[in-house]
């Protein structure tokens, strides 16, 4: 098992920049492809990017990408989300979760996913 801690969300304003970590405690890190989803009030969860368990593969939303950059340091068991070019429709919980040794991997699925943080906030003024 896995425990995943976001951190870094906060109040920015539009065009501006963020980064999100994620902590994770268990397991051997690397073992685990990493995603960020997000959820808007009133929305469903969606996703936002996602890497592979030795970082060199990743996944993007359409409307993150060019803007937002996932990465991992699996020496400090840590994903990141650098976010750029921030707008207010950006404004969500954002929620970092791991897929265990996928056999299969569909990223931008949330059912791919084994274990998930408690998020953290972020909010876009205009």
């Known amino acids: 098992q896995v425990q995943l801690v976001e951190s870094g969300g906060g109040l920015v304003q539009a065009g501006g920049s963020l980064r999100l970590s994620c902590a994770a405690s268990g397991r051997t890190f690397s073992n685990y492809a990493m995603g960020w989803f997000r959820q808007a009030p009133g929305k469903e969860r969606e996703f936002v990017a996602a890497?592979?368990?030795?970082?060199?593969?990743?996944y993007y939303a359409v409307s993150v990408k060019g803007r937002f950059t996932i990465s991992r340091d699996n020496a400090k068991n840590t994903v990141y989300l650098q976010m750029n070019s921030l707008k207010p429709e950006d404004t969500a919980d954002y929620y970092c979760a791991a897929d265990y040794l996928p056999s299969a991997w569909f990223p931008r699925e949330r059912s791919s996913y084994d274990y998930w943080g408690q998020g953290t906030q972020v909010t876009v003024s205009s």
């Open positions: 890497i592979n368990g030795i970082g060199d593969i990743t």
